[in-house]
């Protein structure tokens, strides 16, 4: 089991600015994830807030017992404080975290979002089968990935294994992520790596094609893994999201 008491895995807010960017982390991930992304935005003057999602950072006991509508409450309930403080309000997220951003922002208030890796559908096999799955085999253990030594360990913070029960709260949310896409109006910025061997490669232009905002934009990295908020090439994404999140603002 991994540290969640370490300072980069907590919840985290930079809150001098008038452009507050809400930040979610990913399906067991945690604020390690987002923290250097938080980091640069709040170098270029914008307002940050980091969240820890419902059953993450302590074990995967409690996130078996967290469902979508948790994560999908916590994430609200931060956007309301976030809209209610900042002039300017925008949403994104990694992941799970990046459907969740999709879904903000079809839902409420947001100026602009950015989904990072986030899946229309995954290259996971048998996704579906998961429920009956988990009667027989209720904990999955993530298999050793070498394409995770590029990343900063200090960083990579996150569950080691998980409850097969909650695949399908996964599913959920990017199910429902993928319906709310004709409600979204404001500028989005999709971001994914080519190496990225978790997200269905046309999720993006799933999305791109999807939303009803007439502001798109996409970054493609190279040689990113699924977790690229903590890769060599974090500095690309702070920059392209900066760009991106300022060019919003006059929108």
């Known amino acids: ?6 300072p980069q895995a907590q919840p985290f807010a930079f809150p001098e600015g008038e452009h507050g960017v809400l930040l979610i982390h990913g399906f067991t991930g ?13 170098e270029n003057g914008f307002a940050v807030r980091g969240i820890l ?14 469902s979508w509508q948790d994560w999908v409450g916590a994430c609200r309930k931060a956007a309301a404080e976030m809209r209610g403080k900042y ?15 999709l879904m903000l922002a079809a839902q409420m208030d947001a100026d ?13 096999k048998f996704r579906s089968l998961a429920p009956l799955a988990a009667l027989v085999h209720p904990t999955v253990h993530k298999r050793a990935d ?11 913070i996150g569950y080691d294994s998980y409850p097969l029960s909650s695949v399908s709260q996964l599913s959920t949310i990017m199910r429902r992520a993928k319906r709310d896409l004709p409600l979204i109006h404001c500028p989005v910025l999709i971001i994914q790596s080519h190496s990225d061997k978790t997200v269905s490669a046309d999720s993006p232009d799933i999305i791109l094609n999807g939303v009803s905002s007439t502001v798109k934009a996409q970054l493609w990295l190279e ?23 300022r060019k919003a603002e006059a929108e």
């Open 223 to 245: 040689n990113a893994p699924h977790v690229c908020t903590i890769s060599p090439e974090y500095p690309r994404i702070v920059s392209a999201m900066t760009e991106f999140l």
């Open 1 to 6: 089991m991994q540290d969640f008491s370490l």
């Open 112 to 124: 602009a979002c950015v989904a990072i890796a986030a899946p229309m559908a995954t290259t996971a």
């Open 30 to 42: 945690s604020p390690s994830h987002m923290r250097l992304i938080g980091e640069g935005l709040r």
């Open 53 to 66: 999602l419902p059953g993450h950072g302590e074990n995967p006991e409690a996130m078996g017992k967290a």
């Open 146 to 156: 070498g394409s995770r030594d590029t990343l900063n360990a200090d960083y990579d």
């Open 87 to 101: 002039r300017t309000f925008s949403v994104a997220g990694l992941s799970m975290g990046g459907c969740l951003s």
